[in-house]
């Protein structure tokens, strides 16, 4: 996000129910900005779903015009270009894994850049329910949250399959050549000898068109670092690896000492892999009530475990 108008803090009140995150934001006027080198650094794969309870914005969302009022709910893939300018606003978010979303629909990327009309009866339904939601939430026990999360995004898609062939999807996500090496990165993680030119033997590609793909976002190199950390924060939190070692699991990302592993963890997320994991030991679905940049570490960390 970059926020150009205020530099009012964002409101925000924060759960994880089990795969999403969902929260009530609330903030002056703002300019958000994704773009492809955001897009392709973050290495988020989810959806973004909005109910604007107050305020709105205008702007684009994959190249498409989009306009959301007070009462609308929208819906973004965070895979693909984003730019608005919104009032001042509150709104109640979800943010789902792609996988999830898409195990209730038959085509996932055409629900990118919908939005459902505060007019319509199902829209306030669902409105109502995105709203009940969060307000139960801290009374939920964490398979309660889980369950509640997962009948949330099945109406969420009854809601927005609806509207996809009327919807406004724009460009197609980011699926290019750069997306096919990142798939071939996450599936060897673990091979030590996994680098460029093994990148480049198996996916028959030159040195010269891996080393472009890869630049913007500070070369391949670095990328495999930051995946292969990414994927040790992942099963650092799984409930069925809590009884893993941390050494076992970074050698298992490909690490090839835990003293180098330890010191990019923490580098790259704020804190420890035993201090997340000992945060993983806990209520999962617990909540964060903070302005922007207090505890940004904690809300990078949910984001980038969602599975």
Same mark, same amino acid.
């Given at each position: ?97 792609? /996988? ?105 590609? /030159? ?49 090839? /000492? ?50």
């Amino acid at each position: 996000m970059r926020a150009g108008i205020s530099q009012c803090p964002i409101e925000m009140n924060l759960y994880h129910p089990g795969p999403l995150v969902l929260g009530r934001f609330e903030s002056a006027p703002q300019i958000f900005e994704r773009n492809t080198r955001s897009i392709a650094m973050g290495g988020l794969d989810h959806f973004l779903i909005q109910l604007y309870e107050r305020g709105g914005f205008a702007g684009s969302a994959g190249g498409a015009d989009i306009r959301v009022r007070a009462g609308d709910i929208c819906i973004f893939d965070l895979t693909r270009t984003l730019e608005t300018r919104a009032s001042a606003f509150q709104n109640v978010t979800l943010i789902v894994p792609r /996988s999830l979303l898409g195990s209730f629909v038959d085509d996932v990327d055409a629900l990118s850049g919908i939005v459902l009309s505060g007019d319509e009866p199902l829209t306030c339904m669902l409105a109502n329910h995105m709203r009940t939601l969060h307000g139960e939430m801290p009374r939920m026990a964490p398979d309660e949250a889980d369950a509640a999360a997962r009948a949330s995004v099945a109406l969420i898609a009854v809601a927005a399959q609806r509207h996809a062939c009327f919807g406004t999807t724009g460009s197609k996500p980011l699926v290019s050549r750069f997306r096919a090496v990142v798939t071939h990165i996450d599936a060897n993680l673990h091979d030590v000898s996994l680098c460029p030119s093994s990148i480049c033997e198996n996916l028959g590609m /030159s040195r010269a068109t891996l080393y472009r793909l890869f630049e913007p976002v500070g070369g391949v190199a670095e990328f495999i670092r930051i995946r292969r950390l990414e994927a040790a924060c992942k099963l650092l939190v799984l409930p069925q690896c809590l009884q893993v070692g941390i050494a076992e699991i970074a050698f298992n990302c490909g690490f090839k /000492s835990l003293s180098s592993f330890s010191k990019a963890f923490r580098i790259h997320f704020g804190q420890s892999a035993s201090k997340i994991r000992r945060a993983a030991c806990q209520d999962h679905s617990s909540i964060l009530r903070f302005s922007s940049g207090a505890r940004e570490a904690e809300l990078s960390y949910w984001l980038r475990t969602l599975t």
